[in-house]
């Protein structure tokens, strides 16, 4: 019943930025966890960044640490993932997802078995 819509990717040159969106339909937790995934081709999907609706310390995967932010505007039920310095590296089919919270180490993360919600994804393509 939830739908995510990613946007905001596009083919962009090393050291350019990018600002993926993701617009749900509504968030269906009443204590939840949002974020954004990636999976590039031959490679396993893996959790980029997650926040937690009601605040708190963001988490982050080491690679994009310092230049990825994740961001929520509850007012417009969106997400966001400021993507900048990026790298080759980078390129991937990026998705949103929702799921109940669950901390570590005081941050809400994401995983494969926890996310209740997924989007359709969107494409970051990071040219050298």
């Known amino acids: 019943q939830v739908h995510l819509v990613e946007s905001g990717g596009g083919s962009v040159q090393a050291g350019g930025s990018l600002r993926l969106s993701c617009a749900a339909s509504?968030?269906?937790?009443?204590?939840?966890?949002l974020g954004w995934f990636r999976q590039a081709p031959g490679k396993e999907r893996e959790e980029v960044a997650a926040i937690y609706t009601g605040g708190g310390k963001e988490a982050y995967t080491d690679s994009v640490k310092g230049r990825f932010t994740i961001s929520q505007d509850n007012a417009k039920n969106t997400l966001y993932l400021q993507m900048n310095s990026l790298k080759p590296e980078d390129t991937a089919m990026y998705y949103c997802?929702?799921?109940?919270?669950?901390?570590?180490?005081?941050?809400?993360?994401?995983?494969?078995?926890?996310?209740?919600?997924w989007g359709q994804g969107t494409q970051v393509t990071v040219s050298s």
């Open positions: 509504r968030y269906p937790y009443n204590v939840y966890c």
């Open positions: 997802a929702a799921g109940p919270a669950v901390f570590v180490a005081g941050s809400c993360r994401l995983s494969e078995t926890s996310v209740g919600y």
